[in-house]
């Protein structure tokens, strides 16, 4: 039954919002003003689609029934950690221990600390560490921790824990049943957090994501994997694993032949490339790569193709070597600094051949320097892919957010997932503004990284309404853009008089407030009994962390730039309150509390007429009280448990 | 399943027989690499006996694969049953690794 009404009001939501954009924007735009008239509108826009997307949602909730768990599955329950407290990682591995199905339980110690293995001993429990193979290597933070993992462990299924999700018994037998039906890659389960107040300062809890829109993504069959809490298929994220390779490598190589094969044109060029043997040796090369390049397009087999050129090469090199005709010093320095031995950081390995091959191809080479450097791009895209620590990387490495990109390829592939809607596991959230700000900016970066590197719009293999499930949720990251035009809009009118509209008048009130109201409503019907209030109020109140994901996972995606996880400002050294982390939202709070003031003026001696005040006053007022949150947030002193004032209590008392 | 070595003209053949899934492969790995350590390095993996073969099977083949090349060398498979073609062609994999119709031709090329 409530089914049927949220679909009621996701329709008349949806029409009542296109009759009031479309008059937005064919009738009420305030040209003069166009500087915010188009930017409040493109806003206003962005909020409908917004809402059509959650009500597309919402509109086809799955209740799922969980299914016996098969008794014969094998697991390995997986505890990734990087730095955290040995007491908590013990705590969750312990618990993870005590899981009622059969399985193993490993941590995965990315830290490689003496005191976690010794633990982990003590107590029975395995321990593994990145193998010597990542040495050097890039490191692929969570996603490398899992793949290394993966390659040393054998259960069916992974569950996979963060090392502050302490674990109920019953995890597996509720959750095993649904991989019966074969085609299921994913379970997913609520996160949620004991150590948060019923007020909920900092917006830990998301109800209604591990709700509503989990529910509803999986009446798609979009729900998706969230890092932690799951339980995945080790035969479905192997599979992802090897056709990603197979792509990555026939990529390279079609690059690596094209950029060899201009190298050596240069190469002909040069005053040495005069000699017969050397002009010989330089046709059979490009003879090589051309014949190559055929065999590929033919759908040949890459790994003998390339490992024919290499030969050829090889053996050329060895030639020219053998009969003096040295490798110029520059050429040598421009091979070292294409850098093709792996890089640090974050880097996609193709990102850093890309650039390599354009530098290759853009030099005049000798000949043996032209050999060897198509010798070290042919070593860097070759089949066992050297500048990664395994050919094979089940979970995608595509962004600092492993999850989404990951189940977004599952999808892709035909696999199936489930969203389980019960709270298996109990975990910690941050107790400050700080490492609060720093998580969120971390989600949003991951989330917008893989909208611009694997858009879900694009990618094939899914159904439309899959990719609009995942669009959805990386569409709700852009809300900072909009949000700062919704502080903007009523401060500009109530201290310059200028509207973004032609006129307050009926013609605006009858469309705009209908669609507020069913909009409202159907937040009220889907959200029935979860607080949803506190994760509007941080939508928009952390516009400047958005802003910040949005533009630094653009610049990482387009220009190779770092993303900069240390730059959050240092906060609460000695316990004072962090009021430096929302300097923008209080420079904000101020302007829109002196555009109160000056608005009330200008009303009072007849510049701003009564109307246009009334509905900028009430924006203003809604805005001041969406902000007010923050201020919440940062005199927030951490969680305290009854337990703890009493322990506290004693010792004081001793 | 059971692994043997048997060292040939020009290459080293590994016998697999059984079922090569996600219990078997790290021991796949295993043998392949006493073998590189032995100084062995053309290698052809005969899959006669193979009866089945998974994602993590053939993840380990890549392994050995990278071991072999990196050890200067190449590993090559032979005498694929219709089931590991299947999955060979399902994730495009044979055109990483070629099948061969015998161990004996694998290396035949060069």
């Not at chain 1, 091979?335 to 354009?358: C, H, R, S």
């Not at chain 1, 910040?548 to 240092?570: I, M, S």
């Not at chain 2, 021991?27 to 009866?51: E, H, M, P, Q």
């Not at chain 2, 694929?80 to 004996?104: D, F, G, I, Y």
Request: with cysteine.
């Amino acid at each position: 039954m409530n089914q049927f009404w949220v679909r009621v009001l996701v329709v008349l939501t949806v029409i009542l919002g296109v009759n009031y954009i479309a008059w937005r924007w064919l009738e009420s735009l305030n040209w003069a003003a166009w500087w915010i008239s188009i930017p409040l509108v493109a806003s206003e826009t962005y909020s409908l689609i917004d809402v059509a997307l959650f009500g597309m949602t919402v509109w086809r909730i799955k209740h799922r029934k969980p299914l016996p768990a098969p008794p014969d599955a094998t697991v390995d329950v997986f505890i990734t950690t990087y730095n955290e407290p040995a007491q908590m990682v013990l705590d969750t591995a312990l618990a993870a221990k005590a899981i009622t199905h059969p399985h193993s339980t490993w941590i995965l110690d990315d830290g490689a600390r003496g005191e976690i293995q010794a633990l982990a001993e003590e107590h029975g429990i395995g321990y593994l560490t990145r193998s010597a193979d990542w040495t050097d290597r890039p490191r692929h933070a969570k996603a490398g921790n899992l793949n290394n993992a993966l390659m040393m462990t054998q259960g069916e299924f992974l569950l996979i824990l963060d090392a502050d999700q302490v674990p109920e018994p019953e995890i597996l037998s509720n959750t095993l049943g649904y991989f019966s039906s074969r085609r299921i890659a994913l379970v997913q389960t609520p996160q949620y957090f004991i150590n948060v107040p019923d007020d909920d300062p900092l917006g830990s809890q998301a109800p209604l994501f591990y709700g509503p829109i989990q529910q509803g993504k999986d009446g798609w069959n979009a729900a998706f994997f969230c890092g932690s809490n799951a339980l995945l298929r080790r035969e479905a994220l192997m599979q992802l694993g090897l056709v990603g390779y197979v792509k990555e490598v026939e990529t390279g190589v079609r690059k690596a032949l094209k950029a060899s094969r201009t190298a050596i044109r240069r190469a002909r060029k040069s005053p040495e490339a005069a000699d017969p043997l050397v002009a010989g040796l330089l046709n059979e090369v490009e003879g090589a790569t051309a014949r190559a390049r055929v065999e590929l397009k033919a759908g040949g087999s890459l790994s003998e193709v390339t490992y024919r050129v290499r030969q050829t090469v090889d053996h050329a090199v060895q030639a020219l070597v053998g009969s003096d005709f040295s490798t110029l010093e520059a050429d040598l320095a421009e091979i070292a600094a294409m850098e093709l031995d792996g890089g640090d950081g974050f880097n996609l390995p193709a990102e850093e051949l890309d650039e390599a091959i354009e530098r290759m191809s853009h030099r005049d080479w000798s000949p043996l320097g032209a050999l060897e450097s198509v010798q070290a791009v042919l070593d860097a895209i070759s089949i066992e892919r050297h500048a990664e620590a395994q050919p094979i990387m089940p979970l995608a490495t595509i962004s600092v957010t492993e999850d989404m990109a990951t189940s977004m390829r599952l999808h892709a592939m035909g696999w199936q997932s489930a969203y389980h809607h019960e709270v298996l596991a109990n975990g910690l959230a941050p107790e400050d503004l700080k490492t609060m700000l720093t998580q969120r900016l971390r989600w949003a970066q991951g989330t917008v990284q893989v909208m611009l590197r694997e858009n879900p719009l694009f990618q094939k293999g899914m159904k439309a309404s899959q990719r609009l499930m995942y669009f959805a949720t990386m569409w709700t990251y852009l809300s900072g853009f909009a949000a700062v035009v919704y502080f903007a809009a009523p401060i500009i009118y109530l201290t310059l008089g200028i509207l973004p509209v032609n006129s307050i008048s009926t013609d605006f009130f009858v469309r705009f407030i209908p669609f507020m109201v069913v909009n409202q409503l159907l937040f009220a019907v889907t959200g029935r009994g979860i607080p949803t209030w506190r994760g509007q109020q941080y939508s928009l109140a952390l516009f400047p962390t958005w802003i910040k994901a949005c533009t630094t996972a653009a610049r990482n995606v387009w220009f190779g730039r770092p993303l900069g996880f240390a730059v959050t400002p240092k906060a609460r050294q000695d316990g004072g309150p962090g009021w430096s982390l929302i300097r923008p939202q209080l420079v904000v709070m101020a302007l829109l509390v002196v555009a109160l003031i000056v608005g009330l003026v200008r009303l009072a001696v007849g510049l701003n007429e009564p109307v246009g005040t009334l509905v900028n006053v009430a924006w203003v007022a809604f805005d001041l009280v969406v902000l007010s949150v923050l201020i919440k947030a940062v005199k927030y002193e951490g969680f305290v448990p009854n337990e703890r004032i009493r322990e506290h209590a004693v010792q004081h008392g001793a | 399943m059971q692994f043997s070595t048997e060292h040939r003209t020009g290459y080293t053949e590994v016998l697999g027989n059984g079922r090569l899934n996600m219990v078997a492969a790290p021991k796949l790995r295993d043998v392949v690499s006493a073998v590189v350590a032995a100084g062995k390095t053309r290698i052809v993996i005969n899959l006669a006996g193979t009866s089945f073969i998974d994602s993590s099977g053939l993840g380990a083949l890549i392994g050995c694969l990278k071991l072999a090349r990196q050890a200067g060398g190449d590993l090559r498979i032979a005498c694929v049953q219709p089931q590991v073609q299947m999955v060979l062609e399902l994730t495009s994999m044979h055109r990483v690794l070629t099948p061969h119709p015998t161990a004996e031709g694998a290396f035949s090329d060069d």
